[in-house]
Nanobody
Framework: QVQLVESGGGLVQAGGSLRLSCAAS????????MGWYRQAPGKEREFVAA????????DYADSVKGRFTISRDNAKNTHYLQMNSLKPEDTAVYYC??????????????WGQGTQVTVSS
């Protein structure tokens, strides 16, 4: 089982940027796809972005394409979510996720504790 710890959330004005980090431990990080999900108040958790084990392929929700970038550093067992041009509707608890495969075509099987991102208008 992998352990995931997020950091980097906070309060930012609309148009600003934040970078989330997710440190993984407990298994060989470089062998698995990783992702980010978010959950806004009163809404279900939704997919934000994912990256394959190699980092060569990524996927994004339509709502964040062109503004968010997912990346990973396998040497540091960490993956990241760079969020630019933030909007109030991006306000949510962001969760990092680990897949049990090299690709992200399945449901994640491990989750971090979540980090709050609040975007003020």
């Amino acid at each position: 089982q992998v352990q995931l710890v997020e950091s980097g959330g906070g309060l930012v004005q609309a148009g600003g940027s934040l970078r989330l980090s997710c440190a993984a431990s407990g298994r060989t990080f470089s062998m698995y796809a990783m992702g980010w999900y978010r959950q806004a108040p009163g809404k279900e958790r939704e997919f934000v972005a994912a990256i394959t084990w190699s980092g060569f392929s990524t996927d994004y929700a339509d709502s964040v394409k062109g503004r968010f970038t997912i990346s990973r550093d396998n040497a540091k067992n960490t993956h990241y979510l760079q969020m630019n041009s933030l909007k109030p509707e991006d306000t949510a608890v962001y969760y990092c996720a680990a897949y049990n495969s090299r690709g992200y075509g399945t449901t994640p099987n491990s989750w971090g504790q979540g980090t709050q991102v609040t975007v003020s208008s």
